[in-house]
Structure formats: C-alpha cells, structure tokens
C-alpha cells in the first residue's frame, strides 16, 4: 500500500513538473470578456410556402402536353398539362346525343298533346252544336206540344235529348280538364328528364375539362410530378402548386440544442442577400438524423430574394444572458460542462492547465461560469494530446 501511494505522487510531481514548449503562431489565444450575450441556436433549411395545393388527375389518363415547368409562376386558370382519355371524349357526345334525343320526345310529346286537346275540343264543339239544336228543337216542340200538334211522347223524347247532350258536355269539359292536368304532368316529366340528362352532361363535360390540369390559385408551380407520355390512374399526383407571398421557414436544428428553442422566440433568416425577420410558430416533436425541424412565421411583406425552396440559414435567438463572462467556443467544448485549458500567465509566456465550467453555447460563443475572469487569457486551440501530461506549456 504505501509502495503504490509512494509510485502515485512522483507520478504527480512528475507531472506538475513537466513541460512542454509550443509555437505561439500554432496557438488560437482568446480572452474572456463579460458583457450581455444571446444564446443562438445555428440552422439550415429552406423557405417554403405556407399555402400549398396539390393537384391529382381527375380520372385515369395519358399526358399529352406539358406547358409549364418547375419555377413558372402561375395564376389560377394556368394550364399546366394537358391529358387525354377519348372515353371522356366518347361519353360527353354520347351525352349530348341524348340530350338531343329526350329534346326532340319533348317536342313530339308536346305536338301529340295539342292534337288530343284539338280533337277533344272538336268533339265537345260538335256536342254544342247538337245541344243547341236539340234546345232549339224542344222550343219549337213545346209550343206546338201546347196545341196539341206534336204529341207527348215526341216532346219527352226531345227534353231526353238535350238533358243527355248537357251531360255529354259537362263530361267532355271535366275530361278537357283532366286531360289538361295530364298534358302538362307529361311535359314536366321530360323537362325533369333532361334536367337530369343535362346534368349528366355537365359532369361528363367537367371530367373532360379537367383533363385541362390548372393551378387553381396565383403562385409558383414548386413540383412537377408527370412526364410526357404517361399513364396516370385517378388520384395520382400531377402537380404541387405553392404561393409565393405566403412563405415560413423550415430550419433543422440540432437536438441537443432544440430543447431551448420555444414558440415566440425571434429568428434571423439569411438568405444570402437579405436577413429576415421571423417567429418560431411550431415545433416538430420528430427526431430526424439528430436534428428537430423548426417551422419560423415570416412577415407578409419579403425581399424580392425570397422565394419557395430557397435553402436559407437561420438563427434562432433563444435566450439572452445579461453581464456574464464568455469566451469564443473552445474546441469540442460543449454546454453546461467542465473543460480543463490552459490558461495564460501574465507574462504570456507560460499557459497553465486551468479547469473551467462552462454554460449555455451562444453561436461562437460559450457562457463562462466559473474557473475564469474577466480580460483572463485562454488557448482554444484543442491540446488534448498533451492536456494529459503537461500541466504547464511554454509558449514560444
């Protein structure tokens, strides 16, 4: 036991003692400031639009024309495609086929009505007239009944007459109404018909006109999924269309720094010619390759240098830490850790191994929490290699 504690402290004396000298030029030396500092969260991404519609094909199809191309802008009613499919084609004029035929029933049904009404109405002229002669006849017949000159029976037989021929045509003018009614409910059922027909139509017209694929609303066309030629099922996908003024960020962060990162927190978008103002609105609760997407709000009002797809840098701004001491990040130093530097003497010719605790990263930045002063130099420079053996350099 003491062999081993007596082999352990000239180890250590041996170590305090060594040294080892290093070229000055060789050394990245920093020194500890104090002051207010913003922790940034570092990101890539992309601009995209916060409005998008994708455009599937109506019903299967071939693509027979491509008239615009990824990055074209576009207004609602732009053709984008063109596809073809001749059974649309067949069933719109087989359509209208029909259409034309129920017309044309229509218009016999109604020439066929007003030819019944024409002969009802001469059967019932034919029955007035009768009726008028029958009248006449029993006012003739009742004066001459008076004098005995036409017998009784004759007069009976002639008042028989007229009563029939009154009922004749009071039937006859129920039935021209009845027949009206049922004139008019015949005619109702074929315009019913063609209005179903006529809807038929327009949804075969409109299966045939989508064939005309357009973007629906003023944008940019961000995807073109078809290509000249090819066979589409209904439902496949033909094109992505997204606005141009409506635009967020898309940023991916690194994990281990995405739990600082808050909704409402403000956010720098360089677009390599503009810096933009933005608000983290929404934050992915997926890990993807390490990294968190951050969905950033941007203001209405962009640089022209902003546009869909745009690979962008962003710094996200998630805290601010008032009169604290920081030093530019050392290597491989990460937040909220112990690291042991070497720390320069005044002389500034000898650096001494120091340990110190570090806080929150900020960009190039790290919170000192203790184990350095202020104005108090550093070497940053990874010296790992001899960290383990040399407590002291001499710097040349």
């Known amino acids: 036991m003491i062999s081993l504690l007596f082999v352990i402290l000239v180890f250590w004396a041996m170590r305090i003692g060594s040294s080892v000298s290093v070229e000055r030029a060789s050394l990245l030396i920093e020194s500890v400031q104090k002051g207010d500092l913003e ?17 599937t094909s109506f019903s299967s199809a071939t693509v027979k024309e491509i008239v615009l191309k990824p990055g074209a802008s576009v207004t609602a009613n732009s053709v984008i495609v ?57 006012t003739a ?9 036409v017998s009784d029976l004759t007069f009976q037989q002639t008042l028989l007459d007229e009563r029939q021929l009154r009922q004749r045509i009071e039937i006859l003018e129920q039935r021209n109404d ?8 015949s005619v109702n059922i074929q315009l019913e018909r063609i209005k179903q027909q006529e809807g038929r139509l327009a949804i075969a017209q409109s299966r045939l006109e989508k064939l005309t694929v357009r973007a629906g609303f003023d944008g ?6 078809v290509e000249l030629g090819q066979s589409l099922a209904a439902g ?103 690291f042991e530097m070497y720390k320069l003497i005044p002389t500034g010719d000898t650096a001494v191994l120091t340990e110190v605790v570090f806080g929150s990263q900020a960009g190039q930045f790290m919170e000192v929490k203790s184990g350095a002063n202020q104005a108090e130099q550093f070497i940053i420079t990874d010296l790992s290699n001899l960290q383990s053996t040399n407590l002291t350099l001499t710097i040349n």
């Open 39 to 55: 922790v940034i969260i570092d990101g890539y991404g992309t601009l995209t639009s916060d409005k998008q519609q994708l455009i």
């Open 82 to 138: 063109r596809l073809e499919n001749p059974e649309l084609q067949q069933q719109v004029e087989n359509a209208e086929q029909e259409l034309t035929q129920i017309k044309a029933n229509l218009r016999q049904l109604k020439l066929n009505n007003q030819r019944e009404t024409l002969n009802e109405y001469a059967q019932l002229a034919q029955i007035k007239a009768s009726h008028e002669t029958a009248v006449l006849k029993r």
């Open 141 to 149: 017949e009742e004066q001459l009944a008076a004098k005995g000159i």
């Open 178 to 185: 009845q027949l009206s009614l049922v004139h008019n409910e």
């Open 220 to 225: 940019v066309l961000q995807r073109l999924s």
């Open 236 to 338: 496949s996908e033909v094109a992505l269309i997204g606005s141009v003024t409506d635009l967020i960020a898309l940023i991916r962060v690194p994990q281990s720094q995405a739990q600082q990162v808050v909704v409402g927190q403000k956010v720098i978008i360089d677009t390599r010619r503009d810096k933009i103002e933005g608000l983290v609105s929404r934050i992915d609760p997926i890990v993807d390759n390490n990294t968190v997407e951050i969905e950033v709000s941007l203001p209405e009002n962009l640089p022209a240098s902003a546009r869909p797809q745009l690979t962008v840098d962003g710094k996200i701004i998630a805290d601010t830490l008032l009169n604290v001491n920081y030093i530019r990040r050392p290597a491989g130093v990460k937040s909220n850790t112990r």
